[in-house]
């Protein structure tokens, strides 16, 4: 025993001493701590004069949307996807014209994004080819000639840890879709309507 | 340990070495010497005449070719200039100086202002861009033709992207233009390098030769209105102006450039508006673009522009016209200048006050002496619809005329009738036993009625086969792009019994007193279809059987059936309105047709 105690003792010690040491100093606690993201939550809002064009179920203006973005105040960009538990985004489309469009509950993107002060939000869209007016009438629609792809609705907000923020972004249909004398030309004006 | 042998060998050596070689550099740093004085650049211009000759080229456009030396050092640029005169008694001018710099970067010829001496400067600036070369905002400006500053020094592309016939593609040459405005012109050419300290050759390259006189293109008008046109004086969605067509010709151009002017003599002579030059070959002719837009008769001028800035202020040449054996048979005046007719809508008109008018086109089948009320004459349809506009309170606000389409007379409203009217009805609603009106809605008339909606007109129609073919040929264009209604399709069963109204449109059921007992309660060939673009349905199809037929279609057969399929249709524009009842009124009663007309009336705007 004692023997053996001889033979092993120095190199545990050492080796004891090593571990100590190693074990002491990864438990050490930095001073900072990451922090928990906020929920990003888009809605699409959109304005029409129903004298006009009517918020109904024969009518159908599609915009197919294919990226949300928050733009954050140094410009870093996080993508927002459908819903908080999607794992990318897919072209999604969405009826302008839809009840829930005008009462501003027509998600469009969720998601947690870090913390901070952003400027706005960006979405990716390309309107439908057709306006369909009480359900039969099929009225072509032109993207004009200054349209851009990319809307960016600019507006700062703050996203706070833990905390969900809702953007309306709204899409004024009554100055973005101007009748010709058989079509629709397109060329959308939009903002971001209210932040909570 | 170290030896003291080995340490007196190893610096016995070192150490004397180094002071020689200190020594030898202090004394190089004295600069003793003289610096040699920069030699200027040399200038050649290849592929020239010999000095001692004087051409005459064949036209005004010259390329010249040059090259520059530097024996201690290199070109970093060319300056050029040409002198000119206006004529035999004149003195010669000169061009001022352009400087080119010898570099080519993203395929740009760079032209630069300020003088030689900058010249440097602003080449090792493009000579030591980094290996991506030019970023793409400096790039995008010179594809456009956009001044760059470099170095405090203006630069420009000698080719930006829009430039079809740049002067320079390369710093070593040039296709220049040189003023030719008499019978010979002579002219010398200079250029000088520059070399890398910014001195000037001061022997330039020259040569002198003589251009021709320029001789100014010819232009003609290919195409303009024959007949009276409606003009307004601005554009909308349905009018884009009348247009012109021309073409201009000069063999020695590379290109032509048009202006044009509208009744150039009744403008102040001094300040007649001509259009800027375009290369555009067409025009589109508003009011505002004619000093009278009231007045009737106009005349439209048009002349080109040769690349050596000649232009055609003849007005006219000679062609000679040609047999298919390419001889000359006789010789035709080419002007460039056409009259045409206009008329402004009086219903368009601000400046004066108008009281609203209807045009009643009465386009039925007349079956005259065989009259009957199932098969009326055209008197017998003017009085129905005289009663109807009397009950509309319409006296004395509305005219009547009749389609005449005999062998020796053709008549049918033109565009200088119809614009008098701010609402025009066409009623078709007689036929003959073949379904035919006996007059064909051509595709001149059917062109008279578009223009006429297009500069603001309000229509409404009314008839009984209207899209049968013999009716209206292009039935498918016309009734789509005025009427707003496609696909459409006849019923050949008896079965009409009426229309259903819609859109606050009264129900339209046929009067019993004016059908033929053999028509059993029913009409036929009444036009189904559907609505085009803004188009809305206002009547629909009342089937005295709900009769369905068996269609195949793409995916197999269909059951297709006529009631409740649209018959009637309105069409609320931006610029013009129509109310198309796809069935004819007459056969309705009266109250029904002032009902009728009453809302259709409204919704167009007229009431």
């Given at each position: 025993m004692n023997r053996m105690w001889k033979m092993f003792s120095g190199e545990t010690i050492f080796l004891s001493l090593i571990l100590l040491i190693f074990v002491s100093n990864s438990c050490t606690q930095y001073e900072y701590s990451s922090p928990l993201p906020g929920i990003l939550e888009i809605r699409l809002k959109t304005i029409s004069d129903t004298a006009r064009i009517k918020f109904s179920p024969l009518n159908n203006f599609v915009l197919k949307i294919t990226a949300v973005e928050a733009v954050r105040e140094d410009q870093a960009r996080v993508s927002i996807y459908e819903d908080i538990k999607a794992l990318g985004r897919t072209t999604s489309i969405y009826n302008t014209l839809d009840y829930r469009a005008r009462d501003s509950n027509l998600v469009i993107g969720q998601g947690y994004v870090p913390p901070g002060n952003y400027i706005g939000v960006n979405l990716l869209i390309e309107p439908g080819s057709v306006a369909i007016l009480d359900g039969y009438r099929r009225i072509p629609v032109v993207k004009s000639e200054s349209f851009d792809a990319l809307l960016r609705f600019r507006r700062p907000f703050t996203v706070s840890e833990l905390n969900t923020t809702f953007i309306n972004v709204a899409i004024d249909l009554d100055t973005s879709l101007v009748q010709g004398a058989d079509i629709y030309d397109f060329n959308p004006y939009y903002y971001i309507s209210s932040i909570k | 340990m170290m030896s003291n042998k080995y340490f007196l060998q190893r610096w016995g050596i070192v150490f004397p070495l180094s002071l020689l070689i200190g020594i030898l550099i202090l004394d190089g740093c004295k600069g003793s010497g003289t610096i040699l004085p920069n030699i200027p650049p040399e200038t050649r211009l290849s592929n020239i005449p010999p000095p001692d000759t004087f051409i005459v080229t064949q036209n005004p456009r010259l390329t010249l070719f040059w090259v520059g030396d530097d024996p201690d050092g290199f070109v970093v640029a060319f300056k050029y200039r040409w002198n000119f005169r206006l004529s035999a008694n004149d003195t010669f001018q000169h061009k001022p100086w352009k400087t080119l710099l010898n570099i080519i970067v993203s395929k740009f010829a760079l032209i630069m202002e300020g003088d030689e001496k900058v010249a440097p400067t602003v080449y090792k600036y493009f000579a030591t861009l980094p290996p991506e070369g030019l970023d793409v905002v400096t790039s995008d400006a010179l594809a456009r033709g956009d001044t760059i500053v470099i170095e405090g020094v203006r630069v420009y592309a000698s080719n930006p992207d829009y430039e079809r016939y740049p002067v320079h593609k390369s710093p070593n040459s040039g296709t220049f233009i040189f003023d030719s405005q008499d019978t010979l012109n002579p002219h010398t050419f200079e250029v000088a390098a520059i070399d890398n300290v910014g001195e000037l050759d001061p022997a330039p390259a020259t040569v002198s030769f003589g251009t021709p006189q320029v001789v100014p293109p010819k232009s003609e008008i290919t195409e303009f209105p024959t007949d009276t046109v409606l003009v307004l004086d601005r554009k909308t969605p349905t009018f884009s102006g009348i247009r012109f067509a021309f073409q201009g010709f000069d063999p020695n151009s590379r290109t032509l450039d048009y202006q044009w002017v509208v009744d150039k003599e009744l403008w102040p002579q001094d300040r007649i508006?001509?259009?800027?030059?375009?290369?555009?070959t067409e025009a589109y002719i508003i009011a505002t673009d004619i000093p009278d837009p009231y007045a009737s008769k106009h005349t439209f001028y048009v002349r080109a522009r040769n690349e050596f800035g000649s232009i055609d202020t003849i007005g006219y040449f000679i062609r000679a016209r040609l047999n298919n054996l390419a001889q000359i048979i006789g010789y035709d005046t080419i002007y460039s200048n056409k009259v045409f007719y206009t008329i402004y809508p009086p219903f368009q008109r601000t400046d004066i006050p108008y009281e609203k008018r209807i045009l009643l086109i009465n386009n039925s089948y007349d079956w005259d002496t065989l009259a009957t009320s199932a098969r009326p004459s055209k008197q017998m349809m003017d009085n129905f619809y005289q009663s109807v506009f009397s009950d509309l309170g319409k006296d004395g606000k509305y005219d009547v005329v009749h389609s005449i389409d005999l062998p020796n007379l053709k008549f049918f409203p033109g565009r200088g009738m119809l614009g008098k009217y701010s609402t025009v009805f066409l009623f078709s609603d007689a036929t003959n036993e073949f379904s035919n009106h006996g007059h064909q809605l051509t595709p001149g008339r059917q062109n008279a009625l578009k223009d006429y909606c297009y500069i603001g007109g309000k229509l409404i129609m009314s008839g009984w086969a209207q899209a049968l073919p013999t009716n209206t040929p292009n039935t498918d264009i016309f009734f789509q792009a005025i009427p707003h209604m496609q696909d459409m399709e006849p019923n050949n069963d008896t079965d009409y019994v009426g229309a259903k109204g819609v859109l606050g449109y009264p129900d339209a059921s046929l009067d019993p007193t004016k059908l033929d007992p053999t028509w059993n309660g029913a009409l036929y060939r009444i036009y189904i279809g559907r609505p085009s673009g803004f188009g809305e349905i206002i009547y629909r199809f009342d089937s005295k059987t709900n009769r369905c037929v068996t269609r195949f279609g793409p995916t197999g057969p269909v059951q297709f059936c006529?009631?409740?399929?649209?018959?009637g249709i309105r069409y609320i524009g931006i610029t013009y309105n129509i109310v198309f009842l796809g069935f004819p009124l007459y056969y309705t009663n009266q109250t029904t047709a002032v009902a009728v007309l009453r809302k259709a009336l409204q919704d167009i705007g007229e009431f």
């Open positions: - | 508006p001509w259009s800027d030059f375009s290369p555009l006529y009631e409740d399929q649209p018959v």
